[in-house]
């Protein structure tokens, strides 16, 4: 059997009804020489076991069960099974856009010394707008995950640099990745269009990920791991630390300065001094 030029990787655990948009939205593929390799990691949830049970027939696609050991785990057994040249992390409640392997394949084709190709996401559910993901670079990855989990490399890169670290549990772990290929000289090109939509909701592995306790262990994990890039380019990363703040308050400047916003907050200022 010929093997696919990309192999589309998915960790699954109790993903629910979101994992039937992940995999339609691989089928639906407008580029067709894909796989798609789905580790099914110790769920116990009926409806996300309904869906991987009828995802098994399905043409291109694997489903291999695991017990429960986190996304890192799960995301490298799927490689070691994947046969693709290219393989795209996928998670369970994210989606694809149709054209995303169309404008990212061509890339990897046309440049050999492009090793990650990654786009622009769309913020779905529990959040909104549009990520311009990038640099793929040191000192910027240091400072924050600058590229989403949903993009596209050369297989042989996960080898060369160990794969997610299952160390990291349910957050952090695709930071790490991201981080060792840019420290192992690897080049990123951007694709400015919004082509992997990146869902949280209420509940979500996702969601617990970002719990105040579980992201502090990870940057610690990630503080301690990187400590020579980290003092290396400590000045590079607090200025770049420093921006990210003075954005992130700005657009909430921004966002209290529109009219409705405005209006809602002196409503509430009329409706609680009515109470009082």
């Known amino acids: 059997m010929t093997a696919p030029l990309v192999s589309v990787v998915t960790p699954v655990f109790d993903a629910g009804a979101a994992l039937e948009q992940a995999l339609a939205s691989v089928s639906g593929q407008s580029f067709t020489d894909w796989e798609h390799v789905v580790v099914d990691d110790g769920s116990t949830d009926a409806v996300t076991r309904r ?26 057994h799927a490689v070691a099974r994947a046969r693709g040249r290219y393989v795209v992390p996928l998670d369970a409640d994210d ?27 769309r913020l779905v559910g529990g959040h909104a707008g549009i990520w311009r993901t990038g640099p793929f670079a040191i000192p910027d990855l240091l400072a924050r995950c600058t590229v989403h989990v949903t993009s596209l490399f050369r297989r042989e890169l996960a080898d060369e640099v160990g794969g997610w670290d299952p160390a990291f549990g349910e957050a952090g772990e695709d930071w790490d990745f991201w981080i060792r290929l840019a420290a192992h000289g690897v080049r990123a090109h951007g694709v ?28 610690r994990r990630l503080l301690t791991k990187h400590a020579a890039l980290y003092e290396a380019h400590a000045p590079e990363v607090i200025v770049a630390m420093f921006e990210e703040v003075t954005r992130l308050g700005q657009s909430l400047q921004r966002i209290y300065a529109h009219p409705l916003v405005r209006l809602a907050v002196r409503a509430r200022g009329a409706f609680q001094a009515d109470r009082a």
Not at 51 to 76: F, H, I, M, Q
């Open 51 to 76: 869906v991987l049970g009828r995802a098994a027939s399905r043409p291109k696609v694997t489903v291999l069960r695991t017990e429960n050991r986190g996304p890192a785990a799960a995301r490298n």
């Open 95 to 121: 989606y694809l856009a149709k054209t995303f392997l169309a404008r990212t394949v061509p890339v990897l084709e046309r440049e050999p010394a492009v090793g990650v190709v990654h786009s622009d996401v």
């Open 192 to 219: 400015r269009e919004a082509l992997a939509f990146y869902r949280r909701s209420a509940g979500s592995r996702e969601d617990a990920a970002r719990a105040s306790g579980r992201s502090v262990a990870a940057l």
